[in-house]
């Protein structure tokens, strides 16, 4: 494997730049192991570990990570990030991965249909996605529909200013960490669903109308299903033509 992976090296200390590699890749120790030794994750990483081995200016790594388990993802995709930092490389990054996608990039690129949607920093086209269908497609997004007129919108959740070039009937976008549970002021709702994830739960709510939205949660927070609480508006909303 070392060989393998030291073929497009040029100039000298390859034996130190083989085991940075083989270390930053998760594979250290393993330099003698042939192919049919491998597991199909550590032969993944091997050719990662190849392709920066031959030090070029720019990359394109199509899902390198992606036949991975989840702890060993985010440990390779942190380690590659380092690597590629480290040497100042350029690296064009494809992912179906969202959150993969956000915490790679320095700048990011929506493509759907063979066209791009949206170029931004990861936050610019979280928090302001350029279409619906960006903002459905990066992350979890609840759309309501609501009146908007002389920077004023009128939705299930009240009244409240917003900026936007639209006149007339709009689809509201919020994002799930943008609402509360258990608000001042808030809108009755009821409690229809929860899932857990550890660092953080979503919380499922039916709204007056019927129609339900997801609510992010921190982990101590804790609503049994059933239950009736309020929902207000806690950061700020997109607007859509409707």
Do not use: C, W
Not at 121 to 136: F, I, K, L
Not at 151 to 172: I, N, P, T, W, Y
Not at 221 to 229: A, C, K, Q
């Amino acid at each position: 494997m070392r060989d393998n992976i030291a073929f497009g090296m040029s100039g000298g200390r390859r034996k130190e730049r083989v085991d940075r590699l083989l270390s930053g890749t998760g594979l250290a120790g393993l330099g003698s192991r042939m192919p049919q030794e491998l597991s199909g994750g550590q032969q993944q990483r091997v050719a990662l570990a190849r392709s920066l081995a031959a030090g070029p200016s720019v990359m394109l790594l199509d899902e390198p990570f992606s036949n991975l388990d989840p702890e060993l993802r985010h440990r390779l995709r942190e380690a590659g990030r380092a690597i590629l930092e480290s040497l100042q490389m350029t690296a064009i990054f494809v992912s179906h991965d969202q959150e993969e996608a956000l915490s790679l990039s320095g700048r990011l690129a929506i493509m759907m249909n063979g066209r791009i949607e949206q170029v931004g920093s990861p936050s610019e086209v979280y928090n302001h996605p350029a279409t619906r269908a960006v903002a459905g497609f990066l992350g979890d997004a609840n759309f309501l529909p609501g009146e908007y007129r002389d920077g004023r919108l009128q939705f299930e959740l009240g009244s409240v200013a917003a900026k936007s070039d639209l006149s007339g009937a709009v689809e509201v976008m919020v994002r799930p960490e943008r609402l509360k549970l258990d608000g001042d002021g808030g809108v009755p709702v009821e409690v229809v669903h929860s899932d857990y994830f550890g660092h953080d739960q979503l919380a499922t709510v039916r709204l007056p109308s019927g129609d339900a939205v997801k609510v992010r949660l921190q982990p101590g927070r804790h609503f049994e299903i059933g239950s009736r609480t309020s929902l207000s508006l806690a950061g700020d909303v997109v607007l859509f033509p409707a």
